[in-house]
């Protein structure tokens, strides 16, 4: 099996607790103080949940004892019904086909969620199965989601905030259109390096995914400190997916065949090829909040950028 190297926590914990630190002496201490929440931005297979298990137990144990709530974006996608919907509504669009691309979450869902957590209310943290409907994924019964913030419960003082397009922000128009037109020219001359698949999608269709994208910043205004895991070359994804699957096959017998994995990838790298520059520029509005991993294609540090 692929080991997954944990050479980043030991960056990305100390840089959290001083934000956190300053967040709560500029809010009257650690009681006092409103949520705080952590972004943490990483490539599909980087050893996002690694990195996400040891920062909520290290803010769970003395001596910072924080009540932590870990939330994924996945946790937020569109019922399977409602999945169906968006995609019949926008048939030639190939990106809300299936979930992924943003505009495949339930921002009204997210918008509730993020408002009750940042004041304190009572709040439900929902679930999403993604073994349901044969792969496609639905959420889980609401009897199951996590209660917080309820009456007898400790109020939660940190939420983390995962997922491989957390922190993705939208362009102008003309910006896609300009990457979109790169595209084109890089593929038509035949390069191989950098990676790319805008080309392959009607422009309109782009411009959906980027239009949708403005409706979440109602999460990603709300990002105390940002953590991004970057790649020196974003498509070692497709390398990395290929390695789990291939390794679920011998372990399991089931997994998806290399076509299918590139196929699958190929749904999720537009955004990356879209939305990634900006958020390397950083997102987060207090500076020096914002810590950029940098990653070889073995998933180990290169470099550190705040």
Not at 274 to 293: D, P, T, Y
Request: with cysteine; charged share 25%.
């Amino acid at each position: 099996m692929t080991a997954i190297i944990d050479d980043k926590s030991s960056i990305c914990i100390p840089f959290i607790l001083e934000k956190l630190k300053e967040h709560q002496d500029a809010n009257g201490g650690p009681i006092s103080a409103p949520p705080f929440f952590i972004g943490l931005n990483g490539v599909q297979g980087v050893g996002k949940t690694t990195l996400v298990t040891l920062l909520a137990k290290t803010l769970e144990e003395s001596p910072y004892s924080l009540p932590v709530s870990v939330l994924s974006i996945d946790d937020l996608y569109l019922t399977h019904d409602d999945q169906v919907v968006l995609a019949k509504s926008n048939p030639l669009n190939p990106l809300v086909q299936h979930r992924g691309e943003p505009g495949t979450h339930d921002l009204e869902l997210a918008a509730t969620l993020f408002t009750a957590l940042k004041s304190e209310q009572p709040a439900l943290i929902p679930r999403y199965d993604k073994s349901q409907f044969n792969g496609q994924g639905d959420r889980v019964d609401k009897a199951k989601w996590i209660s917080v913030n309820q009456e007898g419960q400790p109020k939660i003082k940190v939420v983390i905030f995962e997922g491989w397009c957390v922190g993705f922000q939208a362009l102008t128009d003309d910006e896609v259109k300009s990457k979109w037109e790169e595209s084109k020219r890089l593929h038509q001359a035949d390069l191989k390096f950098p990676r790319t698949t805008l080309w392959s999608h009607r422009l309109e269709d782009l411009l959906f995914v980027n239009c949708i994208l403005k409706g979440y910043d109602v999460m990603t205004n709300l990002i105390d400190a940002m953590i991004h895991i970057d790649a020196v070359d974003t498509s070692y994804v497709y390398k990395w997916r290929l390695q789990q699957e291939a390794e679920l096959r011998e372990q399991t017998g089931r997994g998806m065949t290399d076509e299918e994995v590139v196929k699958f990838v190929d749904g999720y790298y537009p955004a990356y090829e879209l939305f990634s520059a900006k958020l390397r520029e950083g997102i987060v509005k207090n500076k020096g909040c914002q810590l950029r991993l940098v990653v070889g294609d073995d998933r180990k540090v290169q470099d550190i950028v705040i």
